[in-house]
T-cell receptor, first 112, second 113 residues
Framework: GQQLNQSPQSMFIQEGEDVSMNCTSS?????WLWYKQDPGEGPVLLIALYKAGELTSNGRLTAQFGITRKDSFLNISASIPSDVGIYFC????????????FGKGITLSVRP | NAGVTQTPKFQVLKTGQSMTLQCAQD?????MSWYRQDPGMGLRLIHY???????DQGEVPNGYNVSRSTTEDFPLRLLSAAPSQTSVYFCASTSGQKNSPLHFGNGTRLTVT
């Protein structure tokens, strides 16, 4: 089946630093999504990407849909303590009703 | 709109007990799904539904049943709980339209002793 690879499992950065997270797949997708999960809550959508090569920003977040359609990255600039959480990438190949495949997530810690 | 509402937030069961995790959405979404989240495993799809009366299995369906009698509700049933079902369960929904993202509830933390 389709698999999404996110690594490392945990990242530790200093407040104010930028951080980049990668997500790679063995299969192509036509939608890439990035979610963030705060402790005790459900994942919340950060950025959605629908076209190969697309670069989209949401405040301090920037994400790109890889040209090969097998990868995506998420950048967080000037990190702040509330960026702490688990970041999941997710991919979907066909229509909106097709199943999403999730990566295992990266736990981000931000040291003040 | 309340979005996706899950109840209960926490639950402790003994092995062999049964229970139903409730999920309701008020966004008139056709597509609903259940995931479980375990450390180091990410989110794994248990069951999903593309509309009332239609359900299908996901990646890890064993030990769980679902039904979809209305558009709004998608309960997840554990008929005979096992310790391996200790997990955090998330319900999610989407409209099914192109480019519609998945909206998650806040989860149910289940412990089976």
């Amino acid at each position: 089946g389709q698999q999404l690879n996110q690594s490392p499992q945990s990242m530790f950065i200093q407040e104010g630093e930028d951080v980049s997270m990668n997500c790679t797949s063995s299969s192509i997708f036509n939608t890439w999504l990035w979610y963030k999960q705060d402790p005790g809550e459900g994942p919340v959508l950060l950025i959605a990407l629908y076209k190969a090569g697309e670069l989209t920003s949401n405040g301090r977040l920037t994400a790109q849909f890889g040209i090969t359609r097998k990868d995506s990255f998420l950048n967080i600039s000037a990190s702040i303590p509330s960026d702490v959480g688990i970041y999941f990438c997710a991919g979907r190949y066909t229509g909106a009703n097709s199943k999403l495949t999730f990566g295992k997530g990266i736990t981000l810690s931000v040291r003040p | 709109n309340a979005g996706v509402t899950q109840t209960p937030k926490f639950q402790v069961l003994k092995t062999g007990q049964s229970m139903t995790l409730q999920c309701a959405q008020d966004m008139n979404h056709e597509y609903m799904s259940w995931y479980r989240q375990d450390p180091g495993m990410g989110l794994r799809l248990i069951h999903y539904s593309v509309g009332a009366g239609i359900t299908d299995q996901g990646e890890v369906p064993n030990g769980y049943n679902v039904s979809r009698s209305t558009t709004e509700d998608f309960p997840l049933r554990l008929l005979s709980a096992a310790p391996s079902q200790t997990s955090v369960y998330f319900c999610a929904s989407t409209s099914g339209q192109k480019n519609s993202p998945l909206h998650f509830g806040n989860g149910t933390r289940l412990t089976v002793t």
